[in-house]
C-alpha cells in the first residue's frame, strides 16, 4: 500500500512539475524580457500558438501589456491596454468621422511590431441594422481604417428577410 501511495506522490508531484515547466518560458526568453522591459511587475508567463507570452504592467503606467517572442526568445510583438485619449489624434479623428464622438468605446489598444508600423485596436458597440453590435476596427497610426469586423448581439440572419 505504501508503494502504491508513494508511486500516486510522485506522479502527482511530477505532472505538477512538468505542467508548470510548460507555462514558463525558457530563461533566454525570460532574461530578453527583463532586459526590454525592467520596469515590469506582475508578470505571468503563458504559452499562446507556439509563442511565449509575458502578460504585465510597467510599474507607474495604466493598463496591462502584452509582450510575445517566438521560439528562439526574439520579440515579435507588444500589445497595450491605453486610453482613447492616448490615441493618434488621426486615430480618433478617423473613428469619430465615421461613429461620431458618442459612441461608446469599449477597449483600445495598441500593439507595437518587430519591423511593422504600430496598429491601433479599439472595440466599440454600435447598432447593425437595429440590434447591438461589437465592432473591432484595427487602424493605422495615420488614421486608415485597416479592418473592421462585427459581433452583433443576438442576430440571427433570417430576421433579415423579415418582412418589415
Not at 29 to 35: E, P
Not at 38 to 55: F, M
Not at 91 to 109: L, R
Request: net charge negative.
Amino acid at each position: 500500500m505504501r508503494k502504491i501511495m508513494f508511486a500516486v506522490i510522485m506522479l502527482t508531484a511530477a505532472i505538477f512539475t512538468v505542467s508548470c515547466d510548460d507555462d514558463r518560458a525558457p530563461k533566454s526568453t525570460r532574461n530578453a524580457f527583463n532586459d526590454q522591459y525592467p520596469n515590469a511587475v506582475d508578470v505571468d508567463w503563458d504559452r499562446k500558438h507556439g509563442y511565449s507570452v509575458a502578460e504585465f504592467h510597467i510599474a507607474g503606467q495604466w493598463g496591462e501589456c502584452e509582450a510575445w517572442y517566438d521560439k528562439s526568445g526574439n520579440w515579435v510583438m507588444t500589445k497595450y491596454d491605453i486610453r482613447y485619449n492616448d490615441l493618434p489624434a488621426a486615430v480618433q479623428t478617423s473613428f469619430e468621422t465615421e461613429f461620431g464622438k458618442q459612441t461608446p468605446v469599449a477597449d483600445v489598444e495598441r500593439l507595437e511590431r518587430k519591423n511593422a508600423d504600430t496598429i491601433y485596436f479599439i472595440e466599440a458597440t454600435i447598432a447593425i441594422n437595429g440590434y447591438p453590435a461589437e465592432v473591432y476596427l484595427d487602424y493605422a497610426e495615420d488614421g486608415t481604417l485597416l479592418r473592421t469586423s462585427a459581433d452583433i448581439e443576438d442576430y440571427d440572419n433570417v430576421y433579415y428577410y423579415l418582412p418589415l
